[in-house]
């Protein structure tokens, strides 16, 4: 059971997890994990479901999957009948009157929606993310040079289930740098393969860029792939001009999750974030919503 804070209504929400009783099977159990270090974390694997997700049969998952996670059908661009393939559907574009954007300059919103935890003044060699893991900034995107710019600064970790809308956007105006890519595995960011796995982030596939903010400074996006995420698609141009909540890019099927870091005194997260961060609960958000202020001096 993963329980969450939903700041709308001000109480903890227990999380409906798309193949929980497969997650809980692969990760707990002594055949499960074999199965996954051998199959599953693979990148063939991924691949291999992400082809049948682009194929026109897929289709027929479309309306179980939104009637078994009650997802809001009328927040959709296309109507249901007009989706080619499952990832058609889940990559899934709204209307913009679902995800308004918060447009004054000084707010910090959100790159996306899923369930966000926040942490201050950070140790490059010792971040913590769910459950209590540990990792080494540096490793997230092999560059030692760049992991020094955000030494005291802030991180976010915005966790995308597979029912959350999965495409993100940014959270300023500015311009971005090429994304670098790096390879890795495909484990589940899932809370429940967190607690297991060591260092998923660092070991999972994942792509990192700068944005150069008007804002907030020079800020950190690193998109993290997982089990089944076909691709990662980059649709922004580099360098080239972007207005706050322009879209970035997006996820093909799967969880996946998005890892900003922002310099030392750009930024203050709001205080109930942070509250929850401290007591161990994620905080669900959507894309456009502020979540901080820029520190202005």
Known sequence: MIKYYNRKVNKY??????????????????IGMSFLEIIIKKKFFSKAYGLFCDSKVSCKKIDSFINDFNIDASEFEKKIDEFKSFNDFFTRKLKNKFRPID??????????????????????????????GIYKFHELINNKDTSKEFLGGTCLILRLCP?????????????????????????????IALSK????FCRNERQWSIFDTDNFGRVLYIEVGATCVGSIVQTYRVSEH????????????????????????KIKIDSDIIYQ?????????????KIGMQITK
């Open 242 to 265: 972007v207005n706050k909540g322009d879209e970035k890019g997006y996820f093909k099927f799967g969880g996946s999750t998005i890892i900003m870091m922002f310099q030392k005194n």
């Open 103 to 132: 447009t004054n300059r000084q707010v910090v919103i959100s790159p996306g929606d899923g369930k966000l935890m926040a942490y201050e003044n950070i140790d490059l060699n010792k971040i913590v993310h769910i459950k209590g």
């Open 13 to 30: 929400e227990v999380e409906k997890i798309a193949g929980d009783k497969y997650l809980n099977w692969i990760y707990s159990s002594p």
């Open 163 to 191: 029912t959350d809308y999965h495409r993100y956007h940014f959270i300023d105006s500015g311009a971005c740098s090429t994304s670098f890519k790096i390879s890795g595995d495909y484990y589940s960011v899932n809370p």
């Open 277 to 289: 961060t401290q007591n161990g609960f994620e905080t669900s958000v959507f894309m456009g919503e």
């Open 197 to 200: 796995v060591p260092e998923i």
